[in-house]
């Protein structure tokens, strides 16, 4: 089992940057995929990106894709979300995802979220 806690959310004005931080307990980090995920008011938790434990290998939403990176370093136990040109309706709680894949099942552990609050 793993435990996340994320870190660096705040309020920034729209066109700013924020770099989201989600650190993990365990010392298997390496293997999980890891996931960006926001959910804002009254709407459903949405994919924002991941990346695969083993090669980096990323993928985006598309309504981040360009604008949003994510990165991981292994030997930190620590995974990133790099959020540049931020727009108001980016504004929601951002939670990170650690996902280990066994004998074809998926097992998620979610961290307690962090606010991003994006002003016009």
């Known amino acids: 089992q793993v435990q996340l806690v994320e870190s660096g959310g705040g309020l920034v004005q729209a066109g700013g940057s924020l770099r989201l931080s989600c650190a993990a307990s365990?010392?298997?980090?390496?293997?999980?995929?890891m996931g960006w995920f926001r959910q804002a008011p009254g709407k459903e938790r949405e994919f924002v990106g991941d990346?695969?434990?083993?090669?980096?290998?990323?993928y985006y939403a598309d309504s981040v894709k360009g604008r949003f990176t994510i990165s991981r370093d292994n030997a930190k136990n620590t995974v990133y979300l790099q959020m540049n040109s931020l727009k108001p309706e980016d504004t929601a709680v951002y939670y990170c995802?650690?996902?280990?894949?066994?004998?074809?099942?998926?097992?998620?552990?979610w961290g307690q979220g962090t606010q991003v609050t994006v002003s016009s």
């Open positions: 990346i695969t434990g083993s090669a980096g290998g990323t």
């Open positions: 365990g010392r298997t980090f390496s293997t999980y995929d």
């Open positions: 995802r650690a996902r280990l894949k066994l004998w074809s099942r998926n097992y998620d552990y």
